[in-house]
């Protein structure tokens, strides 16, 4: 049964960091492109961040660059999702998505991603 759970989310303060951790099982995470997506309140799901299976290329969104970092460890079948010098703006629900090998499409589309975690809550305030 292939699972994807991610954990992390929390209330940070602007400027602040967090981790999330996307923990997949029923699956070989090598083998498998990861996406990060957020969902902020009365917006549409918006990429954020992927890592491919072959390589562990990354890409971001345009305006994350330099402000988030994704890796993998396969050997924990674990993604990261670092994000550092938050904004209020960064507050959403994020998600971990993942498909074999590589998206069907744009990293950046999560209609490519066959499997989803159940998200968790990012709240940037003071």
């Known amino acids: 049964q292939v699972q994807l759970v991610e954990s992390g989310g929390g209330l940070v303060q602007p400027g602040g960091s967090l981790r999330l951790s996307c923990a997949v099982s029923?699956?070989?995470?090598?083998?498998?492109?990861i996406g990060w997506f957020c969902r902020a309140p009365g917006k549409g799901r918006e990429g954020v961040s992927f890592?491919?299976?072959?390589?562990?290329?990354?890409y971001y969104a345009d305006s994350l660059k330099g402000r988030f970092t994704i890796s993998r460890d396969n050997a924990k079948n674990t993604v990261y999702l670092q994000m550092s010098a938050m904004k209020p703006e960064d507050t959403a629900v994020y998600y971990c998505?993942?498909?074999?090998?590589?998206?069907?499409?744009?990293?950046?589309?999560?209609?490519?991603?066959?499997?989803w975690g159940q998200g968790t809550q990012v709240t940037v305030s003071s």
């Open positions: 029923g699956f070989t995470l090598e083998y498998y492109a």
């Open positions: 890592i491919s299976s072959a390589d562990g290329s990354t």
């Open positions: 998505a993942a498909n074999q090998w590589s998206p069907a499409g744009s990293y950046y589309a999560a209609v490519g991603y066959a499997f």
